[in-house]
């Protein structure tokens, strides 16, 4: 049987999307379908109706991959939340395999149909570069050292399978994604609001963020330019150390930022999730994409921040 993608030369109508009912899938279907675009949400359930989901399950697929015929563009982003607690092997392995086993049995749906869609946008994070100081990284910058690193690498290793198949891959390394809406800012939001909010650790570790809304757009970048392939960092141009990070937060919610956690007792109430979420340091630059082109919208941490609490 000879199996085909769709035409390089068509425009994306029509993009599937795995975690959609996430922070960052949300905000892209709403994107998506104001550009115009049909949305089929990739589920476990079969919410609303059956035109607009895709039933599948990270542990075996797609319920029926030949919906996929008429998909240009699948979207992937669903994977066990790595901060819902405090690490141990149980919730170790289902962050792991979660996107590991997740991520092969989808390229296997879509290796299931006679005509696969254009590209596979499948994302990765920083955490590919591991613990890295004050080095530069970019996409050509070899994986670091721990669990995440392993976790991701081992990852874009399953999506890139696809290209296999004729798929245009695009592994979205992802930084801190900056949204009052849930991740590491919901979660800073409340000390900060309260007065104790500080730095973290030594505060010289260099984080390395995104707003929600650059990085929606950073996404459908990816999809609709067929020049953009492999690993792209999704960060701003911007990294900043925790401590000038901290600062600026103050500055915006106008509040003093006096109160330090240190690094031993992040490491006491958090384990090894604090070592690799809160205390390493990846100074990433988003190389690709500027070379491509992209231009974000709030490079700049101060207007971000402005930007993503006044939606």
Not at 40 to 45: D, I, T, V, Y
Not at 50 to 76: C, F, K, M
Request: charged fraction near 20%; aromatic fraction near 6%.
């Amino acid at each position: 049987m000879s199996t085909t993608t769709a035409s390089s030369s068509s425009p994306i109508q029509t993009v599937a999307i795995s975690g959609a009912s996430g922070m960052v899938g949300s905000a892209l279907t709403s994107v998506l379908q104001t550009e115009g675009k049909s949305v089929l949400a990739m589920s476990r359930k079969e919410g609303g109706s059956y035109q607009d989901s895709i039933r599948w399950d990270p542990a075996s697929g797609l319920t029926n991959p030949s919906r996929l015929e008429s998909v240009d563009a699948v979207v992937h982003l669903a994977g066990e939340n790595i901060a819902a607690g405090r690490w141990n092997s149980k919730l170790k392995a289902k962050i792991r395999n979660s996107r590991i086993e997740g991520t092969r049995n989808l390229v296997k749906s879509i290796a299931a149909v006679e005509k696969r869609p254009k590209v596979l946008v499948c994302a990765s994070a920083i955490g590919f570069y591991g613990d890295r100081g004050a080095a530069e990284l970019d996409e050509s910058s070899a994986a670091g050292e721990g669990f995440l690193a392993d976790v991701c690498r081992d990852w874009e290793v399953e999506a890139n399978a696809a290209t296999e198949l004729g798929v245009r891959v695009v592994n979205v390394r992802i930084g801190v994604v900056l949204s009052p809406d849930g991740g590491a800012l919901a979660k800073m939001l409340l000390p900060f609001k309260l007065g104790v909010g500080g730095v973290i650790g030594s505060g010289k570790q260099y984080w390395s963020w995104i707003g929600l809304n650059d990085l929606v757009r950073v996404i459908t970048f990816c999809i609709n330019n067929e020049s953009v392939a492999g690993p792209v960092n999704a960060v701003s141009p911007n990294s900043l150390t925790n401590k000038e990070f901290t600062k600026i937060v103050g500055g915006v919610l106008h509040r003093p930022t006096i109160f330090p956690l240190p690094a031993f007792m992040a490491k006491l109430v958090l384990g090894e999730m604090a070592e690799a979420l809160l205390l390493s340091s990846s100074r990433v630059l988003p190389k690709k994409l500027q070379k491509a082109g992209f231009t974000f919208a709030q490079p700049e941490l101060a207007e971000c921040l402005q930007y993503e609490l006044k939606k």
